[in-house]
């Protein structure tokens, strides 16, 4: 019998997978679908610092981007490559310069390196950017990894400690004993035996929540990426405006767009993002897209030339605070939940999952755990 059932198999689940089995636990991981098939294939690997303001979150960011050093050290050998890029970032504005210069000086107060830079410094950086740059800020913090890689890199490591990884398997409750306290968790292949289980079902967390007892508010929120065709080097950073901060902090569930720009490893080029509130509506809105090219032409005026390949999209998981939920529920003993990163997952995951077994094996946590609690006001305080 495991000792910990982990339902979902995409980022932040292998990560707490991986940490949990890491420490000794014995972790079985299900997923109704494929492992990292759903938000995290997604994504676009942003491991960011430069994007939050000073908080619990931006915290958490820094733990976790300190923290994937020695979580890449533990994967196995054969699956180590996921692509990681310590490339840096650059957040240009092309208007008035002092909302991000101010807010660079904010993050540099909370610990980020954060290096405000000219326009002709930041065009040395990156010789194609619009010459309507007033200003930009230089985080060399900043990374980037493939997230299917991540994940399935993190699986893998809990394979060969002994821990399972069970596609297509959906859980359908918690089954509990009469005080009250998690003994399994059913699903439609059976009952799986264990003492706790880990909700990191991403958007449909909250719904797997109340199927387990533990009922969270967590909502879905999408975003759609462009994908060019492949091109020699062009873009050396991951390049965003500074309308990007804005729109990662708002609650607000019309679109939002924002201009992030960056190269993977193949040579395509990836263009967000875009953000809305529209339930698990999957259909494709082309002027949603045809905004985010607009946008991004306006960053790099050379991408008018180029043909987008391909487009995709997911939901991200969405707490109403803009904080994630870590940490046990305190309603079902043996209930734990992770998950509400929204589009921050990839880049968070590595504290998480940290902070998660921490919290499990009852060791000092290594950042203040409050923030992300399961029974604070807009996670349960909804009816």
């Given amino acids: 019998m495991p000792d910990v059932v982990v ?40 491991v960011l610092v430069s994007d939050k303001e000073p908080g619990p979150e931006l915290r958490l960011a820094i733990a976790s981007r300190q923290e994937f050093g020695r979580v890449l050290a533990r994967l196995p050998e054969s699956v180590a490559d996921v692509e990681w890029e310590a490339k840096g970032g650059l957040v240009v504005a092309t208007t008035d310069p002092g909302p991000l210069e101010k807010f660079a000086a904010l993050q540099r107060d909370a610990g980020v390196d954060a290096r405000v830079i000219s326009p002709a410094e930041a065009f040395e950086l990156e010789p194609l950017l619009t010459r309507a740059v007033t200003t930009a800020v230089h985080y060399p913090d900043d990374a ?78 999408r975003g759609m990426i462009l994908v060019t065709a492949a091109l020699p080097e ?33 040579g395509t080029v990836l263009i967000g993002s875009s953000r809305e509130r529209i339930g698990y509506d999957d259909t494709v809105k082309v002027h949603v897209l045809r905004e985010l090219a607009r946008k991004a032409v306006g960053l790099f005026p050379f991408l ?38 929204e589009g921050a997952g990839i880049g968070l995951s590595a504290a998480t999952g940290r902070l998660l077994t921490e919290l499990f094996i009852g060791v000092p946590p290594h950042l203040d755990p409050e923030p992300f609690r399961v029974d604070r006001p807009a996670v349960v305080g909804v009816s």
């Fill in 7 to 46: 339902v979902g198999a995409g980022v932040i689940g292998a990560a707490c997978a991986e940490a949990l089995s890491a420490a000794g636990v014995d972790v079985v991981v299900i997923d109704r679908g494929t492992p990292a098939g759903g938000t995290t294939a997604a994504g676009e690997g942003n």
């Fill in 144 to 221: 980037q990894v493939q997230p299917v890689l991540l994940a399935t890199a993190l699986l893998a490591a809990v394979r060969e400690r002994g821990g399972q990884v069970r596609a297509g398997v959906t859980a359908l409750a918690v089954r509990r004993s009469a005080a009250g306290r998690v003994t399994g968790v059913e699903t439609d292949a059976g009952v799986i035996e264990c003492d706790a289980v880990v909700n990191a079902c991403g958007p449909w967390a909250g719904a797997f929540g109340k199927a387990a007892g533990g009922p969270i508010e967590v909502l879905p929120r």
């Fill in 234 to 266: 062009c873009v050396r950073h991951k390049v965003y405006d500074a309308d990007y901060v804005g729109a990662v902090g708002s609650g607000d569930a019309d679109l939002q767009t924002s201009t992030v720009v960056e190269s993977t490893r193949a």
């Fill in 304 to 341: 008018a030339d180029v043909p987008v390949m391909r487009t995709y999209g997911g939901f991200r998981p969405y707490a109403p605070d803009h904080l994630p939920v870590i940490g046990a529920d305190p309603r079902v003993p043996g209930l734990w939940h992770a998950t509400g990163h």
